[in-house]
């Protein structure tokens, strides 16, 4: 027995321990946490009734699976072989040596009695899946350990059912096909495909499931039951040969104990020489020898499971390496643990000092995760100044509100009751003043847009260590803000005082305004272009009207109406003239024309005329003055000319204006907002946040991130034992694999 337990523990001996133990270290991690690990594993798969039981008690040769009408494998039950070699400490008092089982769920306790093992598999079953034949996807995690079994991790998963029953549901057979399905479709798993021999091999459930999830055949067994109750006349050779559903692997027949036999205690060791009988017996399985009974298919298993393995290694080490290295830094963001006062304030300080880092890199273009879809940080608080804020200003038209007919009513308000003897300033002063102050909306609204970019670059600097801290993220979300608005009111008053003291003081001298000169000759061209395109005819009077539009323009330049002139010529003539200009604005001026009619009439007879009632004329009743007055209809040409100089005027000192305010505004904020915001924000949060008895508030940890660190410390502590473990062998992978290559011959 010595000799045979020295001779199986030589076989694979190398790399399925190995992997055995990965399992070990990475079960407890649960199957969500490390789900794209796969291990390499052996599932056995087959309808109800089809021997499945029976052949992994045989490969392990003892009783102790679940039997019984129906089905009886409810979860799946991931079974490891582990050979042991002998020592004098595994003996009993009887001298003979001891094989023991191991449940995952219940560490440190070793159950020596194999009928223990199936009570407790169906007591562990009923906990999770009920006692009415229900079915659970949770696995039953059992180890065997004896020196006569092979290094073989199986997984003995529910057998295919059509018909629900107990408390099954009604699609039960869809349900189990899935959880199948679950594990053969991983390429690491070796697909071992039970099918009794007295049922059509064509029709397998198990062969078809097995083709689906590995359609080239490459990591499926056949193994073909129940060959001793095949009908009389009838043998398994071509299912064996693989003529009848070839698989590369092939198949291995083998012989089961009968439900008599279980029965009567017939034990696996008999069980095993009935079956080395059977094939003995009958000749046609002679020369099959290398694909019957038991003893072959554990060394099949073990070969092609060990070579499966060496194929793997190399790819599940450096994929275990990705996932240590993943978990080492999501450790790191966690931080570490804090216990005393010097610690916490360590910690609160450099995230302080971190976020503020974070903000300005965001600000200037440093971040290390720049965007290349989008603009963000600074670069859209340049995109407000330039392409929002500048071009809309350029846009504006200072005249665009403004009707010809609303300058020359200013212009005559700004007369008041006299005749202007030259264009006056005040409307130029009234309207530009006027379209300045529009000039305050847009840049409290340029403000308010870099205000909102500042708020919304501040949620971008989030971090895993504020989300650890959630009452510092709060404390420092209401710093930032209240910071950020002081911010926004000296950069207001800022604005609002320079759109003022440019509607303070108009500075008619300043070297690019336009000037009245210019203004005027301007004018007067376009208002005499005017004229020319509205198609006026030339006159003998044109010369006139020449000397006019000249004299119109010397006139406006120099502060004097047109009719000035006329009037200092009547009062250079004397006396008489006055008195004859006094005369014509008097009554007689009404009937001055009299005198062509009557023939020329004497002035006794026109006062006897006046005297006369009979002859009175009627009383002239003056129109009275509408509510609201506006200038005549008809433009003269000093008034087009007055109208185009003040639109001149205007244009030209608003661009000035204009580009002033293009000009400071954006530095106004960036001076009082953003670049104060980066040179003091630190400062701010030392000074609110960074006090002593305020630390272990501001630093206490949501329970999720306590859950995340020590979920994350488990499975990077279990990782770097996987590493480790995984190292031993991959060194020797070269070496023997080309002897696994050489020892596996399939029949």
């Not at 500048?390 to 007919?405: G, M, Q, R, Y």
């Not at 202007?420 to 300033?425: G, H, K, N, T, Y």
């Not at 020590?710 to 990782?719: D, I, N, Q």
Request: hydrophobic share 35%.
């Amino acid at each position: 027995m010595v000799n045979q337990a020295n001779s199986i523990s030589s076989i694979g001996s190398s790399v399925i321990p190995i992997i055995n133990k990965l399992q070990d270290i990475l079960a407890p991690l649960g199957a969500t946490e490390l789900s794209e690990i796969q291990l390499p594993q052996v599932a056995v798969i087959g309808s109800q009734s089809s021997g499945k039981s029976s052949v992994l008690e045989a490969l392990v040769g003892r009783d102790f699976l679940p039997r019984g009408s129906g089905i009886c494998t409810r979860r799946p039950l991931v079974l490891q072989l582990e050979n042991r070699p002998l020592v004098q400490s595994d003996c009993n008092d009887d001298g003979l040596e001891l094989e023991w089982g191991e449940f995952r769920h219940l560490p440190q306790k070793r159950f020596y009695d194999f009928s223990q093992i199936r009570r407790e598999i169906q007591a562990e079953t009923e906990r999770e899946a009920g006692s009415n034949k229900g079915i659970s996807e949770k696995q039953i995690r059992l180890k065997i350990s004896s020196p006569y079994i092979l290094n073989i991790t199986l997984i003995d998963l529910p057998g295919i059912t059509k018909v629900p029953v107990g408390d099954q549901p009604t699609d039960i057979e869809a349900r189990i096909r899935k959880m199948i399905m679950s594990y053969i479709e991983q390429e690491t798993c070796i697909i071992l495909a039970v099918s009794p021999a007295n049922s059509d091999l064509a029709t397998s459930d198990a062969l078809q499931m097995a083709r689906e999830a590995d359609p080239a055949g490459s990591r499926t067994i056949g193994v073909i039951t129940k060959l001793d109750i095949m009908d009389k006349g009838t043998d398994a050779r071509k299912f064996l040969l693989g003529k009848v559903v070839p698989l590369r692997l092939g198949y291995v027949g083998v012989v089961n104990r009968s439900q008599e036999d279980i029965n009567k205690n017939r034990s696996i060791a008999e069980a095993h020489a009935y079956e080395e009988q059977f094939f003995n017996d009958y000749p046609i399985y002679n020369n099959l020898s290398g694909c019957c009974g038991i003893p072959q298919l554990a060394k099949k298993l073990n070969q092609i499971l060990e070579h499966h393995i060496r194929t793997i290694i190399p790819n599940l080490r450096a994929e275990l390496n990705s996932h240590l290295v993943a978990a080492v830094k999501e450790l790191h963001t966690y931080g570490e643990v804090m216990e005393s006062k010097g610690e916490q304030g360590a910690v609160l300080l450099n995230i302080l000092r971190r976020y503020c880092e974070a903000f300005s890199a965001l600000l200037d273009g440093k971040s290390q995760e720049m965007s290349t879809k989008e603009l963000s940080g600074g670069a859209r608080i340049h995109y407000i100044f330039q392409s929002i804020f500048v071009k809309s200003l350029e846009e504006v038209d200072p005249c665009e509100e403004l009707t010809e007919d609303d300058i020359r009513t200013a212009i005559q308000n700004a007369a008041g009751p006299r005749n202007a003897l030259f264009v006056p300033e005040v409307p130029f002063e009234v309207l530009v003043r006027r379209q300045i102050g529009r000039l305050l909306d847009p840049s409290l609204q340029c403000l308010r847009f870099v205000h909102e970019e500042l708020i919304q670059m501040s949620r971008d600097c989030e971090t895993v260590e504020r989300q650890r801290f959630p009452m510092l993220r709060k404390r420092m979300d209401e710093v930032m803000g209240k910071f950020l608005r002081d911010g926004v009111e000296p950069a207001e008053r800022m604005i609002t005082n320079i759109i003022e003291m440019e509607m303070d003081c108009i500075n008619s001298s300043h070297p690019k305004f336009i000037g009245g000169n210019q203004a005027a000759e301007i004018a007067i061209q376009q208002v005499r272009s005017s004229k020319d395109a509205n198609g006026v005819e030339k006159d003998p009077t044109s010369e006139k009207s020449q000397k006019s539009f000249a004299g119109l323009a010397k006139s406006v330049v120099n502060g004097v109406l047109p009719n000035q002139g006329s009037q200092s010529q009547s009062i250079n003539e004397g006396p008489s003239a006055v008195n004859s200009t006094a005369r014509s604005w008097g009554i007689s001026s009404i009937f001055g024309k009299l005198k062509s009619y009557g023939g020329g009439l004497s002035d006794g007879a026109l006062s006897g005329t006046m005297h006369d009632s009979d002859h009175m004329p009627s009383i002239i009743q003056l129109r009275k003055p509408p509510r609201i007055l506006k200038p005549e209809e008809e433009q003269t040409e000093r008034e087009a000319v007055e109208i185009m100089v003040t639109k001149l005027l205007l244009e030209s000192y608003y661009d000035i204006v204009r580009k002033n305010i293009q000009d400071l505004v954006p530095k106004v904020i960036m001076h009082l907002l953003v670049n104060h915001t980066k040179r003091e924000l630190l400062g701010t949060f030392m000074q609110e946040l960074y006090r002593e008895k305020h630390f272990e508030e501001l630093l206490l940890e949501h329970d999720e991130v306590v859950v995340k660190r020590k979920r994350t410390s488990e499975m990077s502590h279990a990782l770097q034992q996987a590493v480790q473990t995984l190292d031993e062998v991959v060194a020797d992978v070269p070496c023997r694999s080309s002897c696994s290559d050489v020892g596996m011959r399939l029949c």
